[in-house]
């Protein structure tokens, strides 16, 4: 459900956002915002799993259950944000740059500087520019 609603935010919105991460000094911004969406969904994911089962039940489901992408305790990382950001009312998607990488790469440690990780990030189209 979040894929759909993050794919239906406005061009506006995301060309925004895509801004952000191109402007950042970070060399890994652009491969941590080509999982963006992938991060958000694991963390509303994560927040809903912890909600409904509780958060010792959720950390021991398994494997097989939960989401297991190679880099996904990167994700689970932005659920407190997400949680802070739902808490507070403020947007999702509005300066999220900061946080999310520096998130990030607390989980990742070396693999965010990885040539595989630095290079994990597809082209992109700016409008306007």
């Known amino acids: 459900m979040f894929h759909l609603l ?3 935010a406005p061009q506006e919105r ?10 950042h000094p970070d060399p890994a911004a652009l491969s941590f915002y080509s999982y963006l969406n992938e991060a958000l969904a694991t963390a509303v994911g ?6 409904v089962l509780g958060e010792a039940a959720s950390r021991t489901r398994g494997r ?4 297991a992408h190679p880099t996904s305790r990167a994700w689970r990382r932005a659920a407190p944000v997400v949680s802070e950001r739902w808490a507070e ?3 999702l998607l509005e300066d999220i740059a900061d946080t999310y990488l520096h998130q990030g790469r607390l989980a990742l ?3 965010a500087a990885s040539p595989r ?4 990030h ?6 306007g520019n």
């Open 6 to 8: 993050y794919d239906t």
């Open 122 to 127: 597809e082209p992109c189209r700016v409008t």
């Open 109 to 111: 440690g070396d693999v």
């Open 89 to 91: 009312r403020l947007p």
């Open 117 to 120: 990780f630095l290079l994990a």
């Open 14 to 23: 995301h060309d925004q956002v895509l801004q952000e991460f191109l402007s």
């Open 64 to 67: 097989n259950i939960n989401y």
């Open 46 to 51: 994560t927040i809903v799993d912890n909600r």
